[in-house]
């Protein structure tokens, strides 16, 4: 009975988009540590810099989902003076081009489908990810996730 709830639960996690269990938030997750080779820590700090410029309309700074007149993301709420902001996409786009950048061969993809070198500067990376966009674009690093989903994912 417990698979079959468990089973029930992945796929309703996949068809929101994300394939994360209970306690698969990145802070959880193993792949951080085992295969990319990257503590909890230095993730944190990337995630901090992701900071967006003038040039982003309406993107959410919890998930990096554009709103898009409420199509892809609900409207934007204040949190309340000391409460959570919640959003239900959290911990998807960003963690996805964090191990984009870290897994060699994703990384040398990605490089050529966007015509950039981000070398083997983390910084350099980042920013990319909120620099000037492309044409018909939301940002980049929404980009970069949708070429992920449409190519690398298996």
Request: hydrophobic letters at 35%; one cysteine or more.
């Amino acid at each position: 009975m417990e698979a079959a709830s468990q089973a029930k639960k992945l796929k309703a996690n996949r068809e929101l988009g994300t394939l994360a269990l209970d306690k698969h938030t990145p802070n959880y997750c193993n792949t951080l540590q085992n295969k990319l080779q990257v503590t909890w820590s230095e993730y944190k700090d990337w995630m901090k810099q992701l900071q967006y410029c003038k040039h982003h309309v309406n993107i959410c700074y919890i998930c990096h989902m554009p709103q898009i007149n409420n199509d892809l993301h609900p409207t934007f709420t204040k949190a309340k003076k000391g409460g959570e902001t919640h959003c239900v996409y959290a911990d998807i786009i960003a963690p996805i081009a964090f191990t984009i950048y870290h897994d060699m061969g994703s990384k040398r993809r990605a490089e050529a489908q966007f015509e950039v070198n981000w070398g083997s500067s983390l910084t350099t990376f980042m920013q990319w990810l909120m620099g000037m966009l492309r044409e018909k674009s939301y940002s980049n690093l929404v980009d970069l996730f949708l070429w992920y989903m449409e190519t690398e994912r298996l």
